[in-house]
Protein backbone atom coordinates (compact mmCIF):
# COMPACT_ATOMS: atom_id res chain seq x y z
CA UNK A 1 0.00 0.00 0.00
CA UNK A 2 1.07 3.84 -0.35
CA UNK A 3 3.48 4.95 2.30
CA UNK A 4 3.32 8.75 4.22
CA UNK A 5 6.30 9.76 6.37
CA UNK A 6 5.88 11.83 8.81
CA UNK A 7 9.01 13.39 10.37
CA UNK A 8 10.22 13.66 13.07
CA UNK A 9 8.37 11.01 15.26
CA UNK A 10 9.28 13.29 18.67
CA UNK A 11 9.85 16.74 19.32
CA UNK A 12 10.54 18.69 21.84
CA UNK A 13 10.91 22.46 22.15
CA UNK A 14 10.75 25.10 23.94
CA UNK A 15 8.22 27.94 24.06
CA UNK A 16 8.66 30.65 21.93
CA UNK A 17 10.55 28.19 19.38
CA UNK A 18 8.76 27.03 16.14
CA UNK A 19 8.54 23.54 14.80
CA UNK A 20 8.80 21.99 11.51
CA UNK A 21 6.85 18.77 10.47
CA UNK A 22 7.26 17.46 7.21
CA UNK A 23 4.90 14.94 5.55
CA UNK A 24 5.93 12.61 2.67
CA UNK A 25 4.05 10.68 0.60
CA UNK A 26 6.87 8.32 -1.05
CA UNK A 27 5.35 6.11 -3.34
CA UNK A 28 2.47 8.51 -4.84
CA UNK A 29 1.53 12.36 -5.46
CA UNK A 30 -0.50 13.69 -3.31
CA UNK A 31 -2.31 16.61 -4.37
CA UNK A 32 -4.69 17.02 -1.09
CA UNK A 33 -2.72 16.90 2.20
CA UNK A 34 -4.74 16.77 5.69
CA UNK A 35 -3.18 17.16 8.90
CA UNK A 36 -4.73 16.38 12.21
CA UNK A 37 -4.46 17.01 16.03
CA UNK A 38 -5.15 14.34 18.28
CA UNK A 39 -5.02 14.80 22.37
CA UNK A 40 -4.89 12.16 24.39
CA UNK A 41 -7.65 9.44 24.51
CA UNK A 42 -9.97 11.56 21.95
CA UNK A 43 -10.44 11.52 18.14
CA UNK A 44 -8.17 13.15 15.17
CA UNK A 45 -9.27 16.56 14.99
CA UNK A 46 -8.78 18.21 11.43
CA UNK A 47 -6.90 21.12 11.30
CA UNK A 48 -6.25 21.98 8.20
CA UNK A 49 -6.44 21.17 4.22
CA UNK A 50 -3.31 21.31 2.48
CA UNK A 51 -3.87 21.47 -1.61
CA UNK A 52 -0.49 21.38 -3.53
CA UNK A 53 0.89 24.88 -4.83
CA UNK A 54 -2.14 26.66 -3.15
CA UNK A 55 -2.91 28.23 0.51
CA UNK A 56 -3.68 25.94 2.96
CA UNK A 57 -7.91 25.73 4.38
CA UNK A 58 -7.63 25.94 7.62
CA UNK A 59 -10.96 24.73 10.11
CA UNK A 60 -12.20 26.45 11.99
CA UNK A 61 -10.48 27.38 15.28
CA UNK A 62 -7.11 26.91 14.07
CA UNK A 63 -5.19 29.95 13.60
CA UNK A 64 -3.36 30.02 10.02
CA UNK A 65 -0.43 32.74 11.73
CA UNK A 66 0.56 29.54 14.15
CA UNK A 67 0.04 26.69 12.64
CA UNK A 68 2.06 27.45 8.83
CA UNK A 69 1.55 24.65 6.39
CA UNK A 70 3.33 25.23 3.02
CA UNK A 71 2.53 21.83 -0.09
CA UNK A 72 4.78 23.14 -2.29
CA UNK A 73 5.39 20.04 -4.24
CA UNK A 74 2.91 16.69 -5.53
CA UNK A 75 5.14 14.92 -2.23
CA UNK A 76 5.77 17.05 0.75
CA UNK A 77 3.70 19.18 2.89
CA UNK A 78 4.69 20.65 6.01
CA UNK A 79 3.38 22.13 9.12
CA UNK A 80 5.34 24.79 11.14
CA UNK A 81 3.95 25.74 14.78
CA UNK A 82 5.40 28.82 15.32
CA UNK A 83 6.18 30.16 19.18
CA UNK A 84 4.76 26.84 20.59
CA UNK A 85 3.06 26.98 23.86
CA UNK A 86 3.09 24.28 26.07
CA UNK A 87 -0.85 23.57 25.17
CA UNK A 88 0.17 23.25 21.88
CA UNK A 89 1.95 19.91 23.11
CA UNK A 90 0.09 17.28 20.89
CA UNK A 91 -0.17 14.50 18.74
CA UNK A 92 0.05 15.63 15.02
CA UNK A 93 -1.03 13.44 12.07
CA UNK A 94 -0.73 13.97 8.44
CA UNK A 95 -2.38 12.31 5.90
CA UNK A 96 -2.59 11.80 2.05
CA UNK A 97 -4.59 10.98 -0.97
CA UNK A 98 -3.34 9.47 -3.98
CA UNK A 99 -4.62 11.44 -7.30
CA UNK A 100 -8.30 9.70 -7.95
CA UNK A 101 -8.43 7.26 -4.96
CA UNK A 102 -10.33 7.22 -1.97
CA UNK A 103 -8.30 5.98 0.38
CA UNK A 104 -6.42 8.11 2.84
CA UNK A 105 -2.89 7.31 3.80
CA UNK A 106 -1.66 8.11 7.39
CA UNK A 107 2.08 8.89 8.56
CA UNK A 108 3.23 7.61 11.84
CA UNK A 109 2.55 11.05 13.66
CA UNK A 110 4.70 13.35 15.44
CA UNK A 111 4.39 13.70 19.02
CA UNK A 112 5.04 17.71 20.14
CA UNK A 113 5.68 18.84 23.46
CA UNK A 114 6.43 22.07 24.68
CA UNK A 115 8.53 22.76 27.90
CA UNK B 1 -18.79 13.09 14.30
CA UNK B 2 -16.24 15.00 16.42
CA UNK B 3 -15.00 13.62 19.66
CA UNK B 4 -15.71 14.98 22.89
CA UNK B 5 -14.99 13.77 26.02
CA UNK B 6 -11.68 12.43 27.80
CA UNK B 7 -12.33 9.44 28.22
CA UNK B 8 -12.57 6.41 24.69
CA UNK B 9 -15.35 3.96 25.83
CA UNK B 10 -13.84 0.30 26.04
CA UNK B 11 -14.84 -3.22 24.31
CA UNK B 12 -13.06 -5.63 26.47
CA UNK B 13 -13.42 -9.43 24.48
CA UNK B 14 -11.95 -12.66 24.77
CA UNK B 15 -9.31 -14.13 22.30
CA UNK B 16 -11.51 -15.80 19.58
CA UNK B 17 -14.63 -14.23 20.18
CA UNK B 18 -16.26 -11.81 16.99
CA UNK B 19 -15.90 -7.89 18.18
CA UNK B 20 -18.54 -5.32 17.00
CA UNK B 21 -17.67 -1.70 17.14
CA UNK B 22 -20.57 0.65 16.23
CA UNK B 23 -20.14 4.18 15.14
CA UNK B 24 -23.41 6.83 15.07
CA UNK B 25 -21.73 9.59 12.10
CA UNK B 26 -23.14 12.88 11.73
CA UNK B 27 -24.34 13.83 8.38
CA UNK B 28 -26.48 12.75 6.19
CA UNK B 29 -24.44 13.70 3.06
CA UNK B 30 -21.85 11.45 4.00
CA UNK B 31 -21.49 8.95 1.18
CA UNK B 32 -17.73 6.82 2.02
CA UNK B 33 -16.65 5.84 5.53
CA UNK B 34 -13.38 4.14 6.79
CA UNK B 35 -12.73 2.17 9.84
CA UNK B 36 -9.21 2.96 10.79
CA UNK B 37 -7.12 1.56 13.51
CA UNK B 38 -4.76 3.11 15.99
CA UNK B 39 -1.79 1.68 18.26
CA UNK B 40 -0.14 3.50 20.47
CA UNK B 41 1.86 6.29 19.10
CA UNK B 42 1.43 5.48 16.24
CA UNK B 43 -0.88 6.70 12.83
CA UNK B 44 -4.32 5.15 11.83
CA UNK B 45 -4.15 2.21 9.80
CA UNK B 46 -6.77 1.80 7.14
CA UNK B 47 -9.22 -1.16 7.74
CA UNK B 48 -12.16 -1.08 5.79
CA UNK B 49 -14.28 1.28 3.88
CA UNK B 50 -17.50 1.22 2.26
CA UNK B 51 -19.53 3.45 0.06
CA UNK B 52 -23.17 5.26 0.28
CA UNK B 53 -24.38 2.70 -2.13
CA UNK B 54 -23.31 -0.10 -0.11
CA UNK B 55 -24.62 -1.97 3.28
CA UNK B 56 -21.89 -4.83 3.62
CA UNK B 57 -18.53 -5.33 2.84
CA UNK B 58 -16.11 -7.31 4.07
CA UNK B 59 -12.74 -7.72 4.27
CA UNK B 60 -9.98 -10.38 6.21
CA UNK B 61 -11.56 -11.12 9.29
CA UNK B 62 -13.69 -7.92 9.24
CA UNK B 63 -16.60 -6.74 8.15
CA UNK B 64 -18.38 -3.02 7.57
CA UNK B 65 -22.22 -2.42 8.14
CA UNK B 66 -23.57 1.03 7.07
CA UNK B 67 -26.99 1.39 8.01
CA UNK B 68 -27.77 4.90 6.53
CA UNK B 69 -31.32 5.11 8.01
CA UNK B 70 -30.39 5.62 11.59
CA UNK B 71 -26.20 7.13 9.97
CA UNK B 72 -25.30 3.94 12.04
CA UNK B 73 -21.97 2.05 11.24
CA UNK B 74 -20.42 -0.90 12.79
CA UNK B 75 -17.01 -2.95 12.59
CA UNK B 76 -17.00 -6.81 13.40
CA UNK B 77 -13.64 -8.88 13.98
CA UNK B 78 -14.21 -12.03 13.14
CA UNK B 79 -11.99 -14.07 16.05
CA UNK B 80 -10.07 -11.23 17.56
CA UNK B 81 -6.90 -11.78 18.37
CA UNK B 82 -4.77 -10.21 20.50
CA UNK B 83 -3.34 -7.83 17.70
CA UNK B 84 -6.22 -6.28 16.99
CA UNK B 85 -6.04 -4.35 21.05
CA UNK B 86 -6.15 -1.08 19.17
CA UNK B 87 -8.33 1.98 19.45
CA UNK B 88 -10.71 2.00 16.41
CA UNK B 89 -12.06 4.84 15.02
CA UNK B 90 -14.43 5.41 11.95
CA UNK B 91 -14.51 8.46 9.50
CA UNK B 92 -17.06 9.62 7.50
CA UNK B 93 -16.87 11.86 4.44
CA UNK B 94 -18.51 13.83 1.24
CA UNK B 95 -17.03 12.78 -2.44
CA UNK B 96 -14.43 10.42 -1.72
CA UNK B 97 -11.10 12.66 -1.98
CA UNK B 98 -12.24 15.06 0.39
CA UNK B 99 -11.85 15.39 3.93
CA UNK B 100 -12.52 13.05 6.43
CA UNK B 101 -14.27 13.68 10.01
CA UNK B 102 -13.24 11.15 12.78
CA UNK B 103 -15.69 9.72 15.15
CA UNK B 104 -15.11 9.45 18.90
CA UNK B 105 -13.13 6.34 18.79
CA UNK B 106 -13.54 2.88 20.83
CA UNK B 107 -10.20 0.86 22.71
CA UNK B 108 -10.92 -2.96 21.89
CA UNK B 109 -8.82 -4.52 24.55
CA UNK B 110 -7.97 -8.50 23.83
CA UNK B 111 -8.03 -10.79 27.06
CA UNK B 112 -6.17 -14.07 26.23
Known amino acids: GAVVSQHPSRVICKSGTSVKIECRSL??????MFWYRQFPKQSLMLMAT?????????EQGVEKDKFLINHASLTLSTLTVTSAHPEDSSFYICSARDMGQAEAFFGQGTRLTVV | GESVGLHLPTLSVQEGDNSIINCAYS??????FIWYKQESGKGPQFIIDIRSNMDKRQGQRVTVLLNKTVKHLSLQIAATQPGDSAVYFCAEGVDAGNMLTFGGGTRLMVKP
Open chain 1, 27 to 32: DFQATT
Open chain 1, 50 to 58: SNEGSKATY
Open chain 2, 27 to 32: NSASDY
